[in-house]
C-alpha cells in the first residue's frame, strides 16, 4: 500500500481511503474463496462500500426491536415529551456521529503520512482514540464500547424471544431464546459490513412495514373504552423513557466499522443525520399512534405487539421483526469478532470457517446474559443510561475536544468545523454542551431511574425469568373443575 500525499486534504484525501473497500474485500473474498471474476449479481448482493450502503447500514441498525418499545417510552414520558426527546436525541445523536467520523478521517490521515498499511485490517473506535489520545483512552474506548455492544446484542436477542411467543406461545421466552440465540450465532460467517448490502436494504424495508403496520393498526383499533393519557405521572418512569429515547438514537457504537467498509469515507460526514430523519417516519407515527389508543395501559406492557389483535398483518410484522433483529444482531456483533479475533490472533486469517470457530466464544456470554435478564424494554433504558451515554456521546465529544485542544492540532485538521458551525469556540460550546447534558440528564438522572426500575423487574420477575410479561395461562373451564 502506498499513501497518496496527505498534504493535499480536499477530495484528494477520499482517495487512500477508499482502500478500505478493497482491504475489506480482500479478506471477504479470500474467506470465500472468489476471484476478481465473480459474478456482477453476486458481487451486488455481496460487496457494499457506497455512501448508500452506509445509509442503509446506519438506518437499519439504528432502528429496530427499539421500535416496539417506544409506545412504552411515551407512557410514561406523555405525547408531548416523547415527541420532542426524539426530535432532541437525534440529532444529538447524529452529532455525536458526525464527530466519530471526523476523528477516524483524522486517525487515518495521520496513519497514512507514517505510511501505516491496514490490508486485511478493520480499523475500530478504540484504536481510533488510542492514535489520537493514547492507550488510557483505548482502554476506556474499548471497556465502554464493547460492553455496549455485548448488551446491545443481548437486547436484540430477548426481543426475539419477546416477539415470537406472539405468534407461538406453546413454548415460554426463555425456551425461545435458547432457539434463538442458536440461530444469531450464524452470523459468525459474516465477515465484515462489507457484507451486509443487501441485509442492511432487507432489514430496513422490513422496520419500515413494521412501523406503518404498528401505526395504521392502532389507528383502526381506535381508543379503549375509559382510555386514559396521564404521562407523565412519576420521575422515574419519565427519565426512564427518555434514557430509552436516549438508547433508541445511540446506535453509532458501529460508525467508524461502517465507515470503514466505504469506498470513500469522508463523505460518511452527514449520512447519519439522513438516516435518522427517515428513521423520525418510523419511530414517531406508530409510538404516537400506539399511545393514543391504549394510553397509560401501555406502561404494564414493553412490547407494543402485546396489546395489537392477532392477525395475519401482526404475524407477518412479527416475523419481518425476528428476521431483522437477526440482522441488527449481526451488526452488534461484528465488532465484538473483530475485537476477539485480534485478541487470539485470528484477524488476519482468511478462512471463513477459522474465523468462525474463533468467534464463537463471543456467542456464549450474549445467550447467557439474555437468559438471565429478559427484561425487555427496562434493560434498554439501563444500558442506555450507564453505557450509551458514555460510549456514543460523552466519550466522542470529549475525545473531539482534546484531539484539537492545541492550536497547531487545528490548524492541521484533516476536517474543518462544518458550515453551519461559524469556528472552533462554537464546536466546543457545542460539545460542552453534550457531555453536560448526557451526564447529569442521561447518566445522572437516567442512572438512577432506569436502575430503579430494573430492580423492580428482578423483584417482581427474578433473574432468569421463565416468561417475563406473559399474560396468566386462562384457568380451566368450571366444568372440567367439577368433574
Known amino acids: 500500500m502506498v499513501p497518496s500525499n496527505s498534504n493535499n486534504h480536499g477530495e484528494e484525501d477520499s482517495v487512500p481511503l477508499e ?16 476471484d476478481q471474476s465473480m459474478s456482477g449479481f453476486k458481487n451486488f448482493l455481496w460487496h457494499g462500500g457506497s455512501v448508500y450502503d452506509a445509509w442503509f447500514s446506519c438506518a437499519s441498525n439504528q432502528v429496530a426491536q427499539v421500535l416496539l418499545t417506544l409506545p412504552y417510552s411515551f407512557s410514561q414520558l406523555g405525547m408531548f415529551s416523547g415527541i420532542m426527546l426524539q426530535v432532541f436525541y437525534g440529532l444529538l445523536g447524529s452529532w455525536t456521529a458526525y464527530l466519530i467520523s471526523v476523528l477516524y478521517v483524522e486517525y487515518r490521515t495521520r496513519k497514512e503520512k507514517e505510511n501505516v498499511s491496514f490490508k486485511n485490517h478493520v480499523i475500530q473506535w478504540f484504536e481510533v482514540l488510542d492514535g489520537l489520545l493514547g492507550p488510557n483512552w483505548k482502554a476506556i474506548g474499548l471497556v465502554f464500547n464493547c460492553t455496549f455492544l455485548l448488551f446491545g446484542s443481548v437486547i436484540q436477542l430477548i426481543a426475539c424471544a419477546s416477539n415470537i411467543y406472539y405468534i407461538n406461545d406453546h413454548l415460554d421466552k426463555r ?4 432457539i434463538f440465540g442458536a440461530c444469531c450465532a450464524t452470523t459468525v460467517f459474516i465477515p465484515s459490513f462489507h457484507n451486509y448490502r443487501i441485509w442492511s436494504f432487507l432489514g430496513l424495508g422490513m422496520t419500515t412495514y413494521t412501523a406503518w403496520y404498528i401505526a395504521i393498526a392502532a389507528l383502526i383499533h381506535g381508543q379503549d373504552k375509559e382510555v386514559v393519557h396521564s404521562g407523565p405521572k412519576k420521575m422515574v418512569l419519565y427519565f426512564t423513557g427518555a434514557t430509552n429515547i436516549l438508547y433508541t438514537f445511540g446506535g453509532h457504537a458501529v460508525t467508524v466499522e461502517i465507515m470503514h467498509a466505504m469506498w470513500k469515507p469522508q463523505k460518511f460526514k452527514y449520512i447519519y443525520l439522513f438516516a435518522t430523519v427517515y428513521v423520525f417516519t418510523l419511530t414517531i407515527p406508530s409510538a404516537a399512534a400506539m399511545y393514543w389508543a391504549f394510553g397509560d395501559k401501555l406502561l404494564n406492557y414493553s412490547n407494543a405487539f402485546s396489546l395489537l389483535p392477532r392477525s395475519g398483518f401482526r404475524d407477518a410484522a412479527v416475523i419481518l421483526m ?22 487470539v490472533g485470528m484477524h488476519d486469517t482468511t478462512s471463513i470457517y477459522v ?30 443510561a ?14 473531539h475536544m482534546l ?23 462554537a464546536m466546543y460550546i457545542a460539545n460542552i454542551f453534550v457531555v453536560v447534558w448526557v451526564m447529569v440528564v442521561g447518566f445522572g438522572f437516567g442512572g438512577w431511574a432506569s436502575m430503579k426500575n430494573f430492580i423492580k423487574q428482578v423483584d417482581t420477575f427474578g433473574l432468569f425469568a421463565k416468561c417475563y410479561q406473559c399474560k396468566p395461562a386462562s384457568p380451566p373451564p368450571p366444568s372440567l373443575l367439577h368433574h
Not at 425456551?175 to 435458547?178: A, C, I, L
Request: aromatic share 18%.
Open 355 to 384: 474465523r468462525a470457530l474463533a468467534r464463537l466464544p463471543v456467542v456464549i456470554p450474549i445467550w447467557f446474559l439474555a437468559i438471565i435478564f429478559p427484561f425487555f424494554g427496562p434493560i434498554n433504558s439501563a444500558v442506555g
Open 19 to 34: 482502500m478500505n473497500s478493497g482491504n475489506d474485500q480482500d479478506v471477504g473474498e479470500g474467506v470465500l474463496g472468489v
Open 386 to 399: 450507564l453505557l450509551v451515554s458514555f460510549t456514543v456521546y460523552i466519550i466522542p465529544a470529549l475525545a
Open 322 to 343: 425476528l428476521i431483522h433483529q437477526f440482522i441488527t444482531f449481526g451488526f452488534a456483533c461484528t465488532p465484538l469478532y473483530f475485537v476477539w479475533e485480534k485478541v
Open 175 to 178: 425456551t425461545w431464546t435458547y
Open 403 to 425: 484531539t484539537y485542544w492545541k492550536p497547531s492540532a487545528r490548524q492541521n485538521a484533516a476536517e474543518k468545523p462544518p458550515f453551519f458551525i461559524p469556528s472552533w469556540t
